[in-house]
Protein backbone atom coordinates (compact mmCIF):
# COMPACT_ATOMS: atom_id res chain seq x y z
CA UNK A 1 0.00 0.00 0.00
CA UNK A 2 1.90 2.99 -1.36
CA UNK A 3 -0.64 5.78 -0.37
CA UNK A 4 -0.11 8.76 -1.75
CA UNK A 5 2.53 8.71 -4.49
CA UNK A 6 3.10 12.43 -7.00
CA UNK A 7 6.06 12.40 -9.72
CA UNK A 8 8.72 13.70 -9.97
CA UNK A 9 10.12 15.46 -6.78
CA UNK A 10 11.47 17.95 -8.47
CA UNK A 11 11.23 19.98 -11.96
CA UNK A 12 12.39 23.05 -13.42
CA UNK A 13 10.43 24.87 -16.25
CA UNK A 14 10.81 27.63 -18.52
CA UNK A 15 8.28 30.33 -18.20
CA UNK A 16 5.82 29.66 -20.95
CA UNK A 17 6.07 25.74 -20.82
CA UNK A 18 3.59 23.17 -19.83
CA UNK A 19 3.97 20.15 -17.56
CA UNK A 20 1.55 17.52 -15.70
CA UNK A 21 2.14 17.14 -12.03
CA UNK A 22 0.86 13.31 -11.58
CA UNK A 23 -0.86 11.57 -8.43
CA UNK A 24 -1.76 8.74 -7.75
CA UNK A 25 -3.68 6.93 -4.59
CA UNK A 26 -3.90 3.32 -4.10
CA UNK A 27 -6.46 3.52 -1.07
CA UNK A 28 -9.59 3.82 -3.19
CA UNK A 29 -10.59 7.30 -1.79
CA UNK A 30 -13.47 9.65 -3.45
CA UNK A 31 -11.42 12.80 -2.71
CA UNK A 32 -8.65 14.05 -4.28
CA UNK A 33 -6.97 17.56 -3.81
CA UNK A 34 -4.05 19.88 -5.25
CA UNK A 35 -2.47 22.09 -2.75
CA UNK A 36 0.22 24.50 -3.60
CA UNK A 37 2.48 25.52 -0.31
CA UNK A 38 4.26 29.12 -0.19
CA UNK A 39 6.12 30.43 2.60
CA UNK A 40 4.38 32.41 4.75
CA UNK A 41 1.22 31.29 3.25
CA UNK A 42 0.42 28.09 3.96
CA UNK A 43 -1.30 25.15 1.99
CA UNK A 44 -3.61 26.85 -0.77
CA UNK A 45 -6.28 24.55 -2.58
CA UNK A 46 -5.75 24.51 -5.93
CA UNK A 47 -8.65 22.14 -7.20
CA UNK A 48 -10.34 18.96 -5.88
CA UNK A 49 -12.50 16.39 -7.09
CA UNK A 50 -14.91 14.24 -5.12
CA UNK A 51 -15.24 11.33 -7.50
CA UNK A 52 -14.31 9.80 -11.01
CA UNK A 53 -15.37 12.80 -13.49
CA UNK A 54 -15.93 15.55 -11.30
CA UNK A 55 -13.69 18.10 -10.34
CA UNK A 56 -14.05 22.34 -8.67
CA UNK A 57 -11.93 24.78 -8.39
CA UNK A 58 -10.20 25.80 -5.22
CA UNK A 59 -8.72 29.14 -3.78
CA UNK A 60 -5.80 29.26 -6.29
CA UNK A 61 -7.47 27.68 -9.47
CA UNK A 62 -5.79 30.22 -12.36
CA UNK A 63 -3.13 28.94 -14.58
CA UNK A 64 -4.08 25.02 -13.51
CA UNK A 65 -6.02 22.48 -14.95
CA UNK A 66 -7.03 19.21 -13.32
CA UNK A 67 -9.19 16.13 -14.48
CA UNK A 68 -9.94 12.91 -12.72
CA UNK A 69 -10.79 9.87 -15.40
CA UNK A 70 -10.00 6.90 -12.85
CA UNK A 71 -10.63 6.86 -9.00
CA UNK A 72 -6.77 6.41 -8.86
CA UNK A 73 -5.13 9.28 -10.74
CA UNK A 74 -5.65 13.15 -10.13
CA UNK A 75 -2.87 15.03 -12.95
CA UNK A 76 -2.12 18.72 -12.47
CA UNK A 77 -1.29 20.58 -15.56
CA UNK A 78 0.20 23.91 -15.91
CA UNK A 79 -1.06 24.98 -19.18
CA UNK A 80 1.86 28.13 -19.56
CA UNK A 81 4.23 28.09 -16.66
CA UNK A 82 5.05 31.39 -14.61
CA UNK A 83 7.20 32.03 -12.11
CA UNK A 84 4.57 33.35 -9.98
CA UNK A 85 3.52 28.92 -10.10
CA UNK A 86 7.18 28.63 -8.28
CA UNK A 87 6.14 26.64 -5.46
CA UNK A 88 5.81 23.42 -3.40
CA UNK A 89 2.67 21.35 -4.85
CA UNK A 90 1.18 18.80 -2.64
CA UNK A 91 -1.46 16.09 -3.36
CA UNK A 92 -4.50 15.13 -0.82
CA UNK A 93 -6.29 12.55 -0.74
CA UNK A 94 -9.39 10.96 1.82
CA UNK A 95 -11.77 8.51 1.83
CA UNK A 96 -15.04 8.88 4.12
CA UNK A 97 -13.21 10.10 7.17
CA UNK A 98 -11.30 13.17 8.41
CA UNK A 99 -7.94 12.16 7.27
CA UNK A 100 -6.44 13.81 4.66
CA UNK A 101 -3.38 12.18 3.66
CA UNK A 102 -0.86 13.98 1.42
CA UNK A 103 1.82 12.39 -1.23
CA UNK A 104 5.89 14.01 -0.24
CA UNK A 105 4.94 17.16 -2.95
CA UNK A 106 6.59 18.26 -6.17
CA UNK A 107 8.95 20.83 -5.90
CA UNK A 108 8.59 23.20 -8.93
CA UNK A 109 10.83 26.18 -10.13
CA UNK A 110 9.92 28.22 -13.35
CA UNK A 111 12.41 29.99 -14.52
CA UNK B 1 -14.95 33.18 6.14
CA UNK B 2 -13.24 30.58 7.71
CA UNK B 3 -9.94 31.10 9.32
CA UNK B 4 -6.81 29.82 11.75
CA UNK B 5 -4.01 32.40 12.69
CA UNK B 6 -0.60 30.54 14.13
CA UNK B 7 0.69 33.83 15.59
CA UNK B 8 4.34 32.55 16.34
CA UNK B 9 6.52 31.17 13.10
CA UNK B 10 8.76 29.81 15.46
CA UNK B 11 8.81 28.21 18.61
CA UNK B 12 12.45 27.47 20.42
CA UNK B 13 12.05 24.56 23.17
CA UNK B 14 14.60 22.35 24.73
CA UNK B 15 14.13 18.41 24.70
CA UNK B 16 12.15 17.39 27.60
CA UNK B 17 10.53 20.47 28.20
CA UNK B 18 7.02 21.12 27.72
CA UNK B 19 6.19 22.54 24.83
CA UNK B 20 3.47 24.47 23.26
CA UNK B 21 2.11 25.64 19.41
CA UNK B 22 -0.35 28.08 19.27
CA UNK B 23 -3.83 28.30 16.98
CA UNK B 24 -6.39 30.74 17.11
CA UNK B 25 -9.65 30.16 14.57
CA UNK B 26 -12.59 32.21 13.16
CA UNK B 27 -15.30 29.60 12.22
CA UNK B 28 -19.14 30.46 11.90
CA UNK B 29 -21.15 27.17 13.11
CA UNK B 30 -18.95 24.77 15.13
CA UNK B 31 -15.34 24.34 14.13
CA UNK B 32 -14.01 21.13 13.06
CA UNK B 33 -10.31 21.80 13.59
CA UNK B 34 -6.86 19.78 12.60
CA UNK B 35 -3.66 19.64 13.44
CA UNK B 36 -0.75 18.39 10.60
CA UNK B 37 2.53 17.66 10.77
CA UNK B 38 5.19 18.32 7.85
CA UNK B 39 9.13 16.71 8.30
CA UNK B 40 11.59 17.79 6.24
CA UNK B 41 11.09 16.96 2.51
CA UNK B 42 7.95 15.02 3.01
CA UNK B 43 4.12 15.76 3.05
CA UNK B 44 2.14 16.77 5.71
CA UNK B 45 0.94 13.71 8.01
CA UNK B 46 -2.23 14.15 10.44
CA UNK B 47 -1.78 14.55 13.93
CA UNK B 48 -4.73 14.89 15.10
CA UNK B 49 -8.66 16.31 15.42
CA UNK B 50 -11.46 17.97 17.27
CA UNK B 51 -14.67 17.62 16.32
CA UNK B 52 -16.86 17.32 19.26
CA UNK B 53 -16.75 15.92 22.80
CA UNK B 54 -13.83 16.39 25.24
CA UNK B 55 -11.72 19.56 25.06
CA UNK B 56 -8.44 17.53 25.63
CA UNK B 57 -7.78 16.07 22.66
CA UNK B 58 -5.24 13.03 22.15
CA UNK B 59 -3.39 12.47 19.22
CA UNK B 60 -0.11 10.31 17.65
CA UNK B 61 3.24 10.91 18.60
CA UNK B 62 2.14 12.04 22.17
CA UNK B 63 1.01 14.89 20.97
CA UNK B 64 -2.89 16.62 22.47
CA UNK B 65 -4.89 19.93 22.19
CA UNK B 66 -6.74 22.04 24.03
CA UNK B 67 -9.49 23.34 22.10
CA UNK B 68 -10.89 26.35 23.90
CA UNK B 69 -14.04 27.72 22.46
CA UNK B 70 -14.36 31.20 25.16
CA UNK B 71 -10.91 31.70 23.64
CA UNK B 72 -11.37 30.44 20.09
CA UNK B 73 -8.25 28.27 20.73
CA UNK B 74 -6.59 25.10 19.78
CA UNK B 75 -3.37 25.33 20.96
CA UNK B 76 -0.98 21.71 20.34
CA UNK B 77 0.68 20.89 23.25
CA UNK B 78 3.48 17.62 24.35
CA UNK B 79 4.73 17.17 28.28
CA UNK B 80 8.09 16.17 26.78
CA UNK B 81 9.41 17.53 24.07
CA UNK B 82 11.78 15.23 21.64
CA UNK B 83 14.37 16.34 19.41
CA UNK B 84 12.71 14.03 16.81
CA UNK B 85 9.45 16.58 17.58
CA UNK B 86 11.62 19.21 15.32
CA UNK B 87 9.11 20.29 12.02
CA UNK B 88 6.86 22.19 10.86
CA UNK B 89 3.47 22.28 12.00
CA UNK B 90 -0.09 23.36 10.60
CA UNK B 91 -3.28 24.20 12.25
CA UNK B 92 -6.15 23.71 9.58
CA UNK B 93 -10.00 24.23 9.93
CA UNK B 94 -12.76 22.95 7.71
CA UNK B 95 -14.97 24.91 5.82
CA UNK B 96 -18.25 24.08 6.22
CA UNK B 97 -19.73 25.30 3.06
CA UNK B 98 -18.22 21.96 2.07
CA UNK B 99 -21.79 20.84 0.71
CA UNK B 100 -20.25 18.36 -1.67
CA UNK B 101 -18.93 16.26 0.82
CA UNK B 102 -15.59 17.35 0.00
CA UNK B 103 -13.77 18.51 3.10
CA UNK B 104 -11.99 21.87 2.32
CA UNK B 105 -9.18 22.65 4.56
CA UNK B 106 -7.90 26.46 5.64
CA UNK B 107 -4.55 25.72 7.03
CA UNK B 108 -2.64 28.14 9.09
CA UNK B 109 0.70 29.96 8.00
CA UNK B 110 2.82 27.11 10.08
CA UNK B 111 4.81 27.57 13.14
CA UNK B 112 8.27 26.02 12.99
CA UNK B 113 9.27 23.75 16.30
CA UNK B 114 13.19 23.51 16.80
CA UNK B 115 13.71 21.29 19.46
CA UNK B 116 17.00 21.79 20.78
CA UNK B 117 19.20 18.90 22.80
Known amino acids: NAGVTQTPKFQVLKTGQSMTLQCAQD?????MSWYRQDPGMGLRLIHY???????DQGEVPNGYNVSRSTTEDFPLRLLSAAPSQTSVYFC??????????FGPGTRLTVL | AQSVAQPEDQVNVAEGNPLTVKCTYS??????LFWYVQYPNRGLQFLLKYITGDNLVKGSYGFEAEFNKSQTSFHLKKPSALVSDSALYFCAVRDPGSYTGFQKLVFGTGTRLLVSP
Open chain 2, 27 to 32: VSGNPY
Open chain 1, 92 to 101: ASRGQGDTQY
Open chain 1, 49 to 55: SVGAGIT
Open chain 1, 27 to 31: MNHEY
